[in-house]
């Protein structure tokens, strides 16, 4: 008898560790997941053009010319990327930045060196 009442209060507690377990289990699966975060988002930066340049399909000069940059004008830029090394007025760069151009044009890129500011003509984010 003593070893029947052992043996079923060995089983009691063994079953009530067993249920908080798997309460404390669903407890875990039932609370609700974080949202994700939005990504945040790029804005575009307003750069200056201190030469005329062309701005182009490709950060390169054998692709099709869009249209180009004028000192003295601000346009509004996306990003920038490396491309074909170019020289103008006694700088070089192979530095290229993609200018935001009204819907229907297509965007483009135009060398950093034509734009004022640092070498990528003030555009923190890279393509």
């Known amino acids: 008898m ?5 043996a079923a209060a060995a089983a009691a507690g063994a079953a009530a ?5 798997v309460t404390g289990a669903q407890a875990a699966d039932t ?3 974080e949202p994700a975060a ?14 005329r340049a062309n701005v182009r399909e490709t950060p ?21 990327t490396y491309g ?13 930045v993609l200018i935001d ?6 965007n483009g890129y135009v060398t950093a060196i034509a734009l004022s500011g640092d070498s990528t ?3 923190p984010n890279r393509c």
Do not use: D, F
């Not at 390169?60 to 920038?80: D, F, H, K, Q, R």
């Open 17 to 21: 560790l067993l249920a908080m377990s």
């Open 84 to 96: 074909e090394k170019v020289t103008l007025e006694g700088y070089t760069s192979s530095k290229w």
């Open 60 to 80: 390169n000069t054998g692709s099709a010319i869009l249209s180009y940059v004028s000192p003295g004008y601000t346009y509004s830029a996306i990003c920038w």
């Open 38 to 51: 939005a990504p945040a988002q790029v804005l575009n930066t307003q750069v200056h053009a201190w030469l």
């Open 121 to 123: 003509g003030g555009v």
């Open 31 to 33: 609370r609700q997941a």
């Open 101 to 106: 151009r009204p819907w229907p044009k297509k």
């Open 2 to 6: 003593r070893t029947t009442r052992k």
